[in-house]
């Protein structure tokens, strides 16, 4: 049940991290600026490290893509894929996450996404819903990293030892974003 739990953390935090760093806008008033219309392609900066009651979990690889449109942005799409993620001594896989960044520095996870620890016979599930605490900073060469301290993440763990919620999962990871052929920014 722990480790249900703990893998849907890790799958909210991992793609809220890699889904924040592509466009976002926060409620200090800050925009997200790209100079062109084009694809938006996002990597981690870091380990993304997903911690629940039932442990920690952590994804070495996260990348992200979607598109904007030239200017200010309010609300940015993005889809990210998780690999290489482990937790408790062996493989989790994670199904693309689905957010939408908003200008008041959070990211809404818009799709389910399903963490399956390998071998375990269940799943932990994180539904839709908003997490806070996204940081932006402007990086050399026109890109943009989002920092990611998510907190209070709702995980469902379903099926065998899986099976259980938890409402107080937390995220901590970065990712960096840029634009093809153009610059992102955070005014």
Not at 98 to 116: C, L, P, Y
Request: proline share 1%.
């Amino acid at each position: 049940m722990q480790r249900i739990t703990m893998f849907g953390l890790a799958l909210v935090a991992a793609y809220a991290v890699v889904a924040v760093s592509a466009v976002s806008v926060s409620a200090s008033g800050h925009e997200f600026y790209a100079s062109k219309t084009g694809k938006v392609k996002s990597k981690q900066t870091n380990v993304q490290i997903f911690k629940t009651t039932a442990g920690t979990m952590e994804c070495n690889e996260a990348s992200g893509t979607g598109e904007v449109k030239e200017g200010k942005q309010i609300t940015h799409k993005e889809v990210v894929t998780y690999s290489g993620c482990s937790a408790f001594g062996g493989s989790v896989t994670i199904t693309a996450a689905h957010f939408e960044f908003n200008a008041n520095g959070s990211v809404r996870v818009e799709k389910q996404v399903v963490i399956t620890p390998v071998g375990e016979g269940c799943e932990f599930l994180v539904e839709p819903q908003t997490i806070e605490h996204v940081g932006y900073e402007n990086k050399t060469g026109g890109k943009l990293e989002a920092k990611v301290n998510g907190l209070k993440i709702h995980v469902i763990g379903t099926g065998g030892t899986c099976g259980g919620e938890e409402n107080n999962a937390s995220y901590n990871g970065a990712v960096l974003g840029e634009l093809e052929g153009g610059t992102l920014k955070w005014e």
